[in-house]
């Protein structure tokens, strides 16, 4: 049998025709595919569609500015806790600890030396000063007589400088033991000599604490998800040189409808199947369920935990889950396609006589193929799954039979393209 389609101009812009339209085109219809509305398990609604993702994600970093000696890990390996992934070269820190170290040993020659020297300090420091003095009394009286000479021409310039270099000289000693006497007095010597010591054995501390930074570890047993660093490159506290990601277990995360997730709860047990590796059903569990809904779907986030003990699952794969043990019972099921939204609200096409009719429906819990209808059906009906876009209530159709289904489809294609020009 051959079908001739007319379009009306509302159908071109893209808008359904009219009833009125379609009858005042006496024998024309709309090609359509039906099924008939029956009653199913509300529990197929609830297969949702969920990514897989690691259950931990850790980053690695490093506490010191270093070069990278040696990488021992690459993308993809399979580590374990304390595993050394890469050792930072030390050759920098060990020089300042060998500086430090010595340093350290005069601060504790100089810290002995004034304890030794503590019950005489004092003296000595006044004989010091006195010594001192008189050098620089000297060398004073004697510069003074210098300058008589040179400017008698006795002597040359070059010895007056001489002279004066003395004097200087002898004078910055005599400043030198005002202050030596100022401590002796005060007895701060032994403390400044022990501070000195305390503060370089610190300082001694801090290197050999990043030198045992320079060994890098993995913190979690995992696999390495992503490697940011190569030998001879610089690394700092802001670099992350690696992630390990934790895939046994793994989780998946699938948004749940406000229809059932008041069954949902940590513990609710679930059953995953993931396309790419087959038919194999892993067994989950809820850990955790979010009490705010999403935004833009208005469906509530839910982790599931998997194990994951062959690592054959990666995070990123597709999922498929099924909460097992909620409560169902049976109730109208029609394929999510069959649906056309609408500003008034959800629509369906049933078929009868040849003529379509349209309902207003509402809708419970939907998935990524199946609707379940809370009202406006009956089972029996014809229900419209291909064509109900070109439909208005009223609209005149020609019921196309499964066998005839991949021509239906053609000819129902070539009227939405017709209509898009």
Sequence with gaps: MV???????AAIHGRKPSSTAIRGQGMQTVPVQTVPVQLGDLSSVNTLTGTVSANL???VGTKVAARVQAVYVDI????HTGQVLAQLDPSD???QLAQIEAQIQVDEAQLQSALDGTANSLAQAKADLNQ??????????????Y???????????QQLEQARLKMENDQSQLEAKEKALKLAESGDNVAVARATLNKDQTAAAIIREQLSELTITSPVDGVVASKNIEVGEMVSPQTTLFNIAQIDPLQVTVNVSDQIIA?????????????????KIFPGKVTKVSPVSDQVSHAYPVKIQIANPDRSMLPGMTA????TGLKTQPGIVIPVQAVVETPQGSEVFTVENGVAHMHMVQLGAVSSDKAVVLSGLKPGEQLVINGQNLLSDGSRVTVVQSADQAGATGMINQIKQGAKQ
């Design 3 to 9: 079908l001739v389609f007319a379009i009306s101009a």
């Design 57 to 59: 994600q850790t980053a």
């Design 76 to 79: 993809g390996q399979a580590v």
């Design 93 to 95: 820190l060990q020089r």
């Design 132 to 145: 001192a003095r008189a050098n620089y009394e000297q060398s004073r009286t004697d510069y003074q007589r």
């Design 147 to 157: 300058e008589g000479l040179y400017n008698s021409g006795a002597i040359t310039k």
């Design 263 to 279: 069954d949902i709860h940590p513990g609710t047990e679930a059953q995953i199947t993931v396309p790419a590796l087959g038919a």
């Design 320 to 323: 498929s889950v099924v909460f």
